[in-house]
T-cell receptor, first 115, second 114 residues
Framework: DVKVTQSSRYLVKRTGEKVFLECVQD?????MFWYRQDPGLGLRLIYF???????EKGDIPEGYSVSREKKERFSLILESASTNQTSMYLC??????????????FGPGTRLTVL | AQTVTQSQPEMSVQEAETVTLSCTYD???????LFWYKQPPSRQMILVIR??????QNATENRFSVNFQKAAKSFSLKISDSQLGDAAMYFC???????????FGAGTRLTVKP
């Protein structure tokens, strides 16, 4: 089974802090994704990566950056956390688009609170 | 860009009964994939069922089945013999054939009453 893990389930940070959210997958997937999940808005894509050192902006990249130095690891960075970044953050991975359904496998999520 | 709409923010069903969750999407593409994901309270999101657009036969997975109406751009999820463990947020998702990313609906929170 695909396993996607995230470094923290719950995180509390102060406004202005730099925040790192880590995600690791163990199935050699090419693609990795970061979403934020807010009530009534579903999942919104922040960034995704289709290869090491490659990244693409999603729908809401402002205030975030990402890093993918190794295939299995994808980090989300909040350069200067703000209260409107309080949310649930979900990481996901999948095989490259050419592989049939290519469904995404999700991590357990990190609930981030910015005070 | 494709959009996915789930018009029912909340639904409830009696245990052992059947419930249908609605999903519509907007696309100009002829080939794509559709998915239903389940997110139980405080637990990981998992795939429930999936469908390829060019397959006319509706997908089924045990108690879960879909009603895929391509012309109407509708992809509803039917849960038969509902169980308490079915209580969760359900998300409908769309993926283009050649794209890596998915589009998700806002979700439907399903409550199962004993």
């Amino acid at each position: 089974d695909v396993k996607v893990t995230q470094s923290s389930r719950y995180l509390v940070k102060r406004t202005g802090e730099k925040v790192f959210l880590e995600c690791v997958q163990d199935m050699d997937h090419e693609n990795m994704f970061w979403y934020r999940q807010d009530p009534g808005l579903g999942l919104r894509l922040i960034y995704f990566s289709y290869d090491v050192k490659m990244k693409e902006k999603g729908d809401i990249p402002e205030g975030y950056s990402v890093s993918r130095e190794k295939k299995e690891r994808f980090s989300l960075i909040l350069e200067s956390a703000s209260t409107n970044q309080t949310s649930m953050y979900l990481c996901a991975s999948s095989l490259y688009a050419g592989w049939s359904y290519n469904e995404q496998f999700f991590g357990p999520g990190t609930r981030l609170t910015v005070l | 860009a494709q959009t996915v709409t789930q018009s029912q923010p909340e639904m409830s069903v009696q245990e052992a009964e059947t419930v249908t969750l609605s999903c519509t999407y907007d696309t100009s593409e002829s080939d794509y994939y559709l998915f239903w994901y389940k997110q139980p309270p405080s637990r990981q999101m998992i795939l429930v069922i999936r469908q390829e657009a060019y397959k006319q036969q509706n997908a089924t997975e045990n108690r879960f089945s879909v009603n895929f109406q391509k012309a109407a751009k509708s992809f509803s999820l039917k849960i038969s013999d509902s169980q308490l463990g079915d209580a969760a947020m359900y998300f409908c998702a769309y993926r283009s054939v050649n794209n890596n990313d998915m589009r998700f609906g806002a979700g439907t929170r399903l409550t199962v009453k004993p």
